[in-house]
């Protein structure tokens, strides 16, 4: 498993316009290190606790995108590094996102996690709870988080039509949202896309892919 050559490659079947987040949970340091010192500078974490380790640990100019479900009793603890943050829900996790960024005087990127998949597991808000929170007046006040897109995940199944159906949902809800010109937004960010099935992803209109096991090799979750 060679980190840098891995990264080459799917770094050369992206276009320019889409950004990767190298997805590294439960990876350690030494392979982190490896694609940083290829160029990597973008991260994905879905722990809170291990996504601040690593950042006390590594270079300061590598931006944190957490990716993961979001407690928001933990959101103080990544408040003053976190660069975007993918999992947003609900309007209670955005206002306790904008209250924290506050402290710290930032303005924290977000994005909002739609439920594309058909599987109950899957987290995210309808589009049209989505369309709620952005024309509600309490989104309107939450001047130090700017909701810059959308993430959706995919159905994990073969069947390549129904994952293409949910990335054009995704693409859809974005477009749909893009138009209500809300405050504190500035839509430009489509997550969606992992190891197995960004390339389709980014023909349903992706800008950034979140890319784990491709770059790092599968997770053991039993260590
Ligand atoms: C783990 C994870 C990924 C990366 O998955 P791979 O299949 O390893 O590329 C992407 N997005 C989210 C939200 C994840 O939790």
Excluded at 23 to 38: G, R
Excluded at 158 to 187: A, G, I, M, W
Aim: contains cysteine; aromatic residues 6%.
């Amino acid at each position: 498993m060679n980190i840098a050559n891995n990264l080459n490659k799917i770094q050369s079947q992206l276009p320019e316009y889409v950004t990767l987040v190298a997805v590294s949970k439960t990876k350690p340091i030494s392979d982190l290190m490896e694609a940083y010192d290829a160029g990597q500078r973008i991260f994905g974490e879905n722990k809170i606790q291990e996504m601040v380790e690593k950042h006390e640990t590594m270079p300061k100019d590598i931006k944190w995108h957490m990716i993961g479900h979001v407690q928001r009793n933990k959101v103080k603890h990544m408040a003053p590094f976190v660069s975007m943050i993918h999992g947003v829900e609900s309007l209670k996790l955005l206002e306790e996102i904008n209250k924290q960024a506050m402290k710290h005087h930032r303005v924290i990127d977000c994005l909002l996690q739609i439920k594309i998949a058909s599987e109950d597991s899957k987290f995210g808000m309808s589009p049209e709870e989505a369309t709620t929170l952005l024309q509600s007046k309490a989104c309107a006040e939450c001047n130090n988080v700017n909701i810059v897109g959308v993430m959706g995940m995919a159905t994990f199944t073969n069947d390549k039509d129904q994952v293409k159906r949910e990335f054009d949902k995704l693409k859809t809800t974005f477009d749909h949202l893009k138009e209500l010109n809300s405050p504190n937004c500035q839509l430009h960010t489509v997550s969606m896309g992992m190891s197995g099935d960004y390339k389709l992803a980014i023909a349903s209109g992706s800008t950034m892919v979140r890319v784990g096991s491709s770059i790092f090799g599968s997770r053991n979750y039993a260590q």
